[in-house]
């Protein structure tokens, strides 16, 4: 199924954007900064299949060759290369029906390459431990899903793992998370929220944070990451 032509600038060839390169990108863009090894892991879940990484190379080099993905962020972390969706991949997910409802972006978010990294190493462990994982929100798409219900705009479509049956509150979550997912416990569903601290705050700080976390009806748990 294909959902477009893309011109490659530098050599005028035409590539197809098809559904595959469609979850792709999706799937890099909500978890913001993304390894090779993590795509692949983190696109099974997004009805693309199992791929291996070199595999997941053939597809990220075809989407940076269509201008979508950016393959230049080698040395940002060690030797470890990551990928980020471009302005234009952002604008093709849009034009597509898949953008989010939120201006932020990656590479001018102030967490870091690092925070957005250590999340979905924590999302994957999640997966490994507590099968199944129903769904998971990354940072991106949970300030989406707030602004959604604060503006009362009806959500566009995504490939996500987030929950079939909306149950999100109609102001939204409680804060903007990190990350929402469900995971199975003894059987049993359990709404978790993950906050990342990178830098201990004041007391009086956390007491509000715990009073906000208390009084979100949609999350059972908040893990805090200090």
């Not at 793992?161 to 569903?189: H, Q, S």
Request: glycine share 8%; aromatic share 8%; hydrophobic share 40%.
């Amino acid at each position: 199924m294909s959902t477009g032509i893309v011109e490659v600038a530098e050599t005028g060839k035409r590539l197809a954007f098809v559904r595959r390169d469609l979850k792709v990108l999706a799937a890099i863009r909500d978890h913001g900064y993304i390894r090779a090894d993590q795509l692949a892991a983190v696109i099974r879940h997004r009805g693309v299949g199992c791929a291996r990484v070199k595999k997941v190379y053939d597809y990220t080099s075809r989407l940076s060759r269509m201008g979508f993905v950016s393959l230049n962020c080698r040395g940002l972390v060690g030797n470890i290369g990551v990928l980020t969706v471009t302005d234009a991949g952002h604008n093709m997910l849009r034009e597509c029906g898949y953008g989010l409802n939120t201006h932020a972006k990656a590479e001018s978010d102030p967490a870091g390459v690092e925070h957005f990294l250590s999340l979905t190493d924590m999302m994957l462990r999640f997966s490994r431990e507590y099968t199944p994982v129903n769904y998971w929100l990354t940072d991106f798409v949970v300030r989406s899903e707030n602004n959604l219900r604060g503006t009362g705009d009806v959500a566009e479509k995504r490939f996500s793992m987030r929950p079939e049956n909306d149950r999100i509150n109609a102001g939204g979550l409680a804060k903007e998370y990190d990350a929402v997912g469900e995971i199975a416990v003894n059987g049993r569903p359990l709404t978790i929220a993950i906050e990342y601290e990178h830098t201990l705050k004041a007391s009086s700080k956390y007491e509000l944070m715990a009073r906000s976390y208390a009084a979100d009806p949609y999350v059972q748990l908040v893990i805090c990451v200090l």
